[in-house]
């Protein structure tokens, strides 16, 4: 499947079982355990494969599960499955495009 229409089924996906679209993130596998991170079916579903730490996957969904946050990720465009958040070492995209500071000027007397 093209990854255009991996994404596209994604989001259509998301909204129509209601799950809330993630912020686009990339992210950096960060269990503390020092084991592979489980990638699953869906959340608390099988596992699918794992995941080392330090391998970069890019958010494309998330849902909460009793309280938890699940993000359903990718990698290298390909669609992977669901890991648990907290797993997870994420920076948001839109951090690198901050506009400067804002001075407002006083108005004139």
């Known amino acids: 499947m093209h990854w255009k229409s991996i994404i596209a089924t994604t989001v259509l996906t998301v909204f129509a079982s209601g799950m809330v679209p ?3 993130a990339e992210c950096v596998v960060a ?4 084991t592979p991170l489980n990638v699953r079916a869906e959340p608390n579903g099988p ?3 794992t995941l080392d ?9 998330e849902t909460r599960v009793s309280g938890k946050r699940w993000v359903q990720v990718a ?3 390909e669609m992977l499955g669901w890991i648990f958040a907290n797993f997870l070492d994420c920076a948001r995209r839109d951090e690198d495009l901050k506009s400067a500071p804002m001075h407002p000027r006083t108005a004139p007397q």
Request: charged fraction near 15%; charge should be negative.
């Open 31 to 34: 269990d503390p355990t020092g």
């Open 75 to 77: 990698a290298d465009g």
């Open 47 to 49: 596992i699918l494969s």
């Open 22 to 24: 993630a912020f686009a």
């Open 53 to 61: 730490n330090g391998s970069s996957v890019d958010v494309i969904a």
